[in-house]
T-cell receptor, first 114, second 111 residues
Framework: ETGVTQTPRHLVMGMTNKKSLKCEQH?????MYWYKQSAKKPLELMFV???????ENNSVPSRFSPECPNSSHLFLHLHTLQPEDSALYLC?????????????FGQGTRLTVV | DAKTTQPNSMESNEEEPVHLPCNHS???????IHWYRQLPSQGPEYVIH???SNVNNRMASLAIAEDRKSSTLILHRATLRDAAVYYC????????????FGTGTRLTIIP
């Protein structure tokens, strides 16, 4: 238990569906992150939020839409995904964006697009 | 973020020490060295980090070369639970929020 909770753990969705991934932390952290981990590829940083402001968007397609309503919650809204978007989506948080702080990861949502 | 180089895989016997190397020859003076590991079917887990001096915690030790161009993560007594992919990552302390993962080293523990 890392203190970062992701729901759902598994999700199967069609290409025309709309779904959302949820991440929650009650560690008092100010920075939150979304990562994508495809099979046999390194983790890819998607989005970074610091103090509820998006500070990083790594050329992610618009079919992925993040939302950070407060410092404890982070969402990833999904619509019209492609099969190649199937992956493990990981959320993380850290106390602040400084490099000498550790990040805590959730267990991820395993997404399958059919 | 500066690049790191790690072996793709390593094996070690259970209950023996493990030394996981990482080369970061282009490290800058403002880069911290972080290590994370990812157990099967889980998200990455923080292990240890350091700047210049060697560091110890309950999980591992981090030995940093004097010129900082390489470092070694030391697991003092490997258990089966330590089988994971280990990532060596550089992070600039100047407020860069990125935590960028490479391919890491897949550690196999032999019973």
């Amino acid at each position: 238990e890392t203190g970062v909770t992701q729901t759902p753990r598994h999700l199967v969705m069609g290409m025309t569906n709309k779904k959302s991934l949820k991440c929650e932390q009650h560690l008092g952290h100010n920075a939150m992150y979304w990562y994508k981990q495809s099979a046999k590829k390194p983790l890819e940083l998607m989005f970074v939020y610091s103090l509820e402001e998006r500070v990083e968007n790594n050329s992610v397609p618009s079919r992925f839409s993040p939302e950070c309503p407060n410092s404890s919650h982070l969402f990833l809204h999904l619509h019209t995904l492609q099969p190649e978007d199937s992956a493990l989506y990981l959320c993380a948080s850290s106390q602040d964006p400084a490099a000498n702080t550790e990040a805590f990861f959730g267990q991820g949502t395993r997404l399958t697009v059919v | 973020d500066a690049k790191t180089t790690q072996p793709n895989s390593m094996e070690s016997n259970e209950e023996e020490p493990v030394h996981l190397p990482c080369n970061h020859s282009t490290i800058s003076g403002t880069d911290y060295i972080h290590w994370y590991r990812q157990l099967p079917s889980q998200g990455p887990e923080y292990v240890i980090h350091g700047l210049t001096s060697n560091v110890n915690n309950r999980m591992a030790s981090l030995a940093i070369a004097e010129d900082r161009k390489s470092s070694t993560l030391i697991l003092h007594r490997a258990t089966l639970r330590d089988a994971a992919v280990y990532y060596c990552i550089l992070r600039d302390w100047r407020g860069n929020e990125k935590l960028t993962f490479g391919t890491g080293t897949r550690l196999t523990i032999i019973p």
